[in-house]
């Protein structure tokens, strides 16, 4: 593989919401229960993939509550829209590597971020089999602190925590899903819907506070001048010249023109 190197390019950053994250004013979706899964589907330019998936965040919150609460949880990546597209990853908190999500009494937000280590062999890359251009993230609630009874009555909210939306208002209709759950008394539709596609009286009326950030993993780099620990000289990528334990020096330089051990780098 000539030309190029695996993790040369700089990471991207995407949302489906205006939230910074921080502390403000947001909208518990407290009618969300137990299996339900919300997702966000970002678009990729065609150019970059493969991609490298790197974080997913979400936003949690509680309202009032009486009691501490506990909520198990579920993160997805999909290879495309959740509807159309593969499953490519999915991890859920077992209190042991993915913490449960334990939140005060009271009002409170919190973040569950799920991170890959880069140096860690075994990464989230989406190919785009799918052909669809994009991806997806989606959180799920695997276990409600408290979870009522589904679709009869909602889960209460003094006893649980809730994903959140933006207060700024729905911009993106078609990226924003859920996947709602089935039982006799549920009038909002069973399986993956956009927040275009949902019911009117079930949509929520901002963004899922979620977002993710990905690598593209085929960048060019152009080789460089590596020397060595010896001071001798080959022409690498700096993947390549760091793999043999070598320094890699200023890009343009090359080992016809440059003389390891003789300064920081060329100077034509």
Known sequence: NTGGFRG?????????TD???????????????????????????????????????VMFATSNATVETTTHWSVYIWDGAPSTGTLVASFSSDDIILPHLVMPPGNS?????????????????????SGENKFTVGFGVDQ???P??????????NSNAFPTTDNSGL??????????????????????FTFQQFPSLCTPSGDWVLRAA??????????????????SCLDLTPTECEALGGTSQNPGTNCSSYVCGSGDGACC
Do not use: K
């Open 8 to 16: 040369s390019c700089p990471q991207v950053e995407v949302a489906r």
């Open 148 to 157: 009522g009874n589904p679709c009869l009555s909602s889960p209460p909210t």
């Open 19 to 57: 939230s910074t994250f921080g502390p403000g004013s947001y909208t518990l979706q407290a009618g969300f229960a137990q299996g339900e899964i919300l997702a966000a589907s970002y678009d990729v330019p065609l150019e970059d993939f493969p991609i490298r998936i790197d974080l997913a965040e």
């Open 171 to 192: 911009d993106f209709p078609n990226d924003n899903w859920i996947n709602a759950i089935d039982g006799p008394w549920c009038v909002c539709g069973v399986g993956w």
């Open 144 to 146: 409600h602190n408290n």
């Open 109 to 129: 937000g919190m973040i569950i971020s799920v991170s890959v280590d880069p140096t860690d062999p075994d990464q989230i890359y989406i190919y785009n089999d």
């Open 214 to 231: 990905y690598t593209p993993v085929n960048c060019t780099v152009e080789p460089a001048a590596c020397c060595l620990t010896n001071n």
